[in-house]
T-cell receptor, first 114, second 113 residues
Framework: DQQVKQNSPSLSVQEGRISILNCDYT??????FLWYKKYPAEGPTFLIS?????DKNEDGRFTVFLNKSAKHLSLHIVPSQPGDSAVYFCAAGEGRTSGSRLTFGEGTQLTVNP | NAGVMQNPRHLVRRRGQEARLRCSPMKGHSHVYWYRQLPEEGLKFMVY????????ESGMPKERFSAEFPKEGPSILRIQQVVRGDSAAYFCASSSTYEGPQHFGDGTRLSIL
């Protein structure tokens, strides 16, 4: 049972444009969400998080949107840069904090073309 | 480098041997998590530990796998009598408290011959 789903295995965008990565979840107990970026042969790098009491969180070029009724979240990267090319993982946890097991999606490979 | 340190980065074992994976959390972090990533899949939670305590091991296989986080020293993930299906990347993460994100190490790639 895949509780966190990233339905797009890959996404390709032009440099300077917006990248939108999507994530859906099924477990109503999830109330804390994170996005990680991962390069080959490295560990995931934390990007941004959001708790269920918010519907938007912004940090520089990265914005995460949460739609609880639809059980959907998205990561917007504006403007996209070639260095953003990586696999992006959506993760979800229970308990409004990171002090719990995280459930990961299968990842979306983002390619930003110069 | 004040990040999460994992060693070794690569580990090769023959079937039936033991594998020991080490994780030193970020300075000041007392919460440690282990995840496994099989080829072409996302990360799967295995175990959550605090110093000297296992808090949540619901993702650990029932047999052959164990984890510890002693008062002194790194956290250890131990796999006894390894089998081919144990081949994966094993990632450790740490956090300072219940709040804040989990920060990951670069993983240990375990290969079973």
């Amino acid at each position: 049972d895949q509780q966190v789903k990233q339905n797009s295995p890959s996404l390709s965008v032009q440099e300077g444009r917006i990248s939108i990565l999507n994530c859906d979840y099924t477990n109503s107990m999830f109330d804390y969400f994170l996005w990680y970026k991962k390069y080959p042969a490295e560990g995931p790098t934390f990007l941004i998080s959001i708790s269920s009491i918010k519907d938007k969180n912004e940090d520089g070029r990265f914005t995460v949107f949460l739609n609880k009724s639809a059980k959907h979240l998205s990561l917007h990267i504006v403007p996209s840069q070639p260095g953003d090319s990586a696999v992006y993982f959506c993760a979800a946890g229970e308990g409004r904090t990171s002090g719990s097991r995280l459930t990961f999606g299968e990842g979306t490979q983002l390619t930003v073309n110069p | 480098n004040a990040g999460v340190m994992q060693n070794p980065r690569h580990l090769v074992r023959r079937r039936g041997q033991e594998a020991r994976l080490r994780c030193s959390p970020m300075k000041g972090h007392s919460h440690v998590y282990w995840y496994r990533q099989l080829p072409e899949e996302g990360l799967k939670f295995m175990v959550y530990l605090q110093k000297e305590n296992i808090i949540d091991e619901s993702g650990m296989p029932k047999e052959r796998f164990s984890a510890e986080f002693p008062k002194e020293g790194p956290s250890i993930l131990r796999i006894q009598q390894v089998v081919r299906g144990d081949s994966a990347a094993y990632f450790c993460a740490s956090s300072s408290t219940y709040e804040g994100p989990q920060h990951f190490g670069d993983g240990t790639r375990l290969s079973i011959l």
